[in-house]
């Protein structure tokens, strides 16, 4: 083949492959989520919660490229980075534990595209300013949940309260509001002790926390890791009331814990016991149709708060991206990601699995008390608990 034919040829294949581009812009969503490692029981029904999303959106396909990050922090940024300088997606999803979205903001936000963290703690988000402004969350705040189990032991006397948490960001973050919240109801945290997401034994936190001698003991800890000073607890004798954080709302911790996990009482979203919340809870139509998307893809009985959490981010930008259509820009540039950003920040009213979403200036998760509900392990199974 001659130079010229050649260089023809290369020519032709190149407009060949720039046309189809041109001409099919798309939406594009990227995730990471956890789907190994410690907190794999977040990230698998999250991951299994984007092939329920739609592909179509105000007349534009939308795609969607997941990736694993292993419950690591440093694999949580690579991801990332990938999803947006090779990708070139529109927003990210993810991830599913809190140092590895905390270490994610600042990729996102120095290459301007907007962030939904499936990650609970409210320092994601807070304080709203500089690179935050680019990031929301769908879980609760955890001085919300906070502030329910506090008047929950107020409600069951407790006067004195012990803590065993991660020692990360996670722990951290809940350490703290949860002293904020007892506090304001007279109750004092007397111990604190630490752990990290995959220790095999807690046997030495445990002893110093029951030397304080606690009416009760809070796990701040989240998936089936929180089943570690559970079972230690319940091992050493203790006969306070044990509660736990929104973290620990999912099915496959009472499949790993077992009878040790019996009588705990934690918050949740309404997504966990949705079919017994009344007909008028504010969440429960919107619950019920992820329950039911969710289900009839994996079965009776899968549907997972975590998952939930995914489902709600991936409402925000459906609600969103007709909005940032509409200001004439077109996905894949960074006009159409600052359109989204600010459409994401003026939804409102958008009730979806786990609460109702009124996004602000200066609130990135939205939600309220509506998201709060308490529940209790009777007889193996969640229930709804509307008297705590």
Same mark, same amino acid.
Request: glycine residues 10%; hydrophobic residues 40%.
């Given at each position: 083949?001659?130079?010229?034919?050649?260089? !023809?040829?290369?020519?032709?294949?190149?407009?060949? $492959?720039?046309?189809?581009?041109? &001409?099919? &812009?798309?939406?594009?969503?990227?995730?990471?989520?956890?789907?190994?490692?410690?907190?794999?029981?977040?990230?698998? %029904?999250?991951?299994?919660?984007?092939?329920? $999303?739609?592909?179509?959106?105000?007349?534009?396909?939308?795609?969607?490229?997941?990736?694993?990050?292993?419950?690591?922090?440093?694999?949580?940024?690579?991801?990332?980075?990938?999803?947006?300088?090779?990708? *070139?997606?529109?927003?990210?999803?993810?991830?599913?534990?809190?140092?590895?979205?905390? &270490?994610?903001?600042? =990729?996102?936000?120095? *290459?301007?595209?907007?962030?939904?963290?499936?990650?609970?703690?409210?320092?994601?988000?807070?304080?709203?300013?500089?690179?935050?402004?680019? =990031?929301?969350?769908?879980?609760?705040?955890?001085?919300?949940?906070?502030?329910?189990?506090?008047?929950?032991?107020?409600?069951?006397?407790?006067?004195?309260?012990?803590?065993?948490?991660?020692?990360?960001?996670?722990?951290?973050?809940?350490?703290?509001?949860?002293?904020?919240?007892?506090?304001?109801?007279?109750?004092? =945290?007397?111990?604190?002790?630490?752990?990290?997401?995959?220790?095999?034994?807690?046997?030495?936190?445990?002893?110093?926390?029951? &030397?304080?001698?606690?009416?009760?003991?809070?796990?701040?800890?989240?998936?089936?890791?929180?089943?570690?000073?559970?079972?230690?607890?319940?091992?050493?004798?203790?006969?306070?009331?044990?509660? /736990?954080? /929104?973290?620990?709302? *999912?099915?496959?911790?009472?499949?790993?814990?077992?009878?040790?996990?019996?009588?705990?009482?934690?918050?949740?979203?309404?997504?966990?016991?949705?079919?017994?919340? %009344?007909?008028?809870?504010?969440?429960? =139509?919107?619950?019920?149709?992820?329950?039911?998307?969710?289900?009839?893809?994996?079965?009776?009985?899968?549907?997972?708060?975590?998952?939930? /959490?995914?489902?709600?981010?991936?409402?925000?930008?459906?609600?969103?991206?007709?909005?940032?259509?509409?200001?004439?820009?077109?996905?894949?540039?960074?006009?159409?990601?600052?359109?989204? !950003?600010?459409?994401?920040?003026?939804?409102?009213?958008?009730?979806?699995?786990?609460?109702?979403?009124?996004?602000?200036?200066?609130? /990135?998760?939205?939600?309220?008390?509506?998201?709060?509900?308490?529940?209790?392990?009777?007889?193996?199974?969640?229930?709804?608990?509307?008297?705590?």
């Amino acid at each position: 083949m001659s130079y010229r034919v050649l260089r !023809r040829a290369m020519v032709a294949g190149a407009i060949a $492959l720039a046309f189809p581009l041109a &001409a099919s &812009a798309q939406v594009k969503v990227g995730v990471t989520v956890s789907s190994t490692g410690p907190a794999a029981s977040l990230g698998i %029904p999250e991951r299994d919660t984007v092939s329920l $999303l739609p592909t179509e959106v105000a007349g534009e396909k939308v795609v969607y490229v997941v990736l694993d990050d292993a419950t690591d922090t440093t694999q949580a940024v690579r991801n990332t980075r990938k999803l947006v300088t090779e990708d *070139n997606v529109d927003v990210v999803l993810g991830t599913s534990a809190t140092p590895g979205s905390l &270490a994610m903001i600042d =990729v996102v936000a120095e *290459n301007q595209v907007p962030m939904i963290s499936v990650a609970a703690n409210a320092s994601i988000i807070e304080p709203m300013e500089g690179a935050r402004k680019w =990031v929301f969350k769908t879980p609760q705040n955890d001085l919300l949940m906070a502030e329910g189990l506090a008047a929950t032991m107020e409600k069951q006397g407790v006067k004195t309260l012990g803590f065993i948490g991660f020692n990360d960001a996670y722990g951290d973050g809940w350490l703290d509001v949860m002293r904020k919240a007892a506090e304001a109801k007279g109750i004092s =945290v007397v111990s604190a002790e630490r752990y990290n997401r995959n220790d095999t034994s807690v046997t030495g936190q445990i002893l110093k926390l029951l &030397a304080s001698k606690p009416d009760a003991v809070l796990i701040g800890a989240a998936g089936t890791p929180v089943a570690l000073p559970q079972r230690e607890l319940k091992n050493r004798g203790f006969a306070g009331q044990i509660y /736990h954080t /929104h973290g620990s709302a *999912n099915n496959d911790v009472l499949r790993v814990c077992g009878r040790d996990c019996e009588g705990i009482i934690l918050p949740s979203g309404p997504l966990l016991v949705v079919d017994q919340l %009344p007909d008028d809870h504010p969440a429960k =139509v919107s619950a019920k149709a992820y329950q039911t998307v969710y289900e009839g893809k994996y079965g009776a009985g899968t549907t997972n708060t975590f998952g939930g /959490h995914m489902w709600d981010a991936g409402q925000l930008v459906v609600a969103a991206i007709p909005v940032a259509l509409e200001s004439g820009a077109k996905p894949g540039t960074v006009e159409f990601r600052q359109a989204l !950003r600010d459409a994401i920040e003026a939804v409102t009213d958008l009730s979806a699995s786990q609460g109702v979403f009124n996004m602000t200036e200066t609130d /990135h998760s939205g939600l309220d008390e509506r998201a709060r509900v308490m529940v209790k392990v009777v007889d193996g199974k969640w229930t709804y608990q509307p008297d705590l």
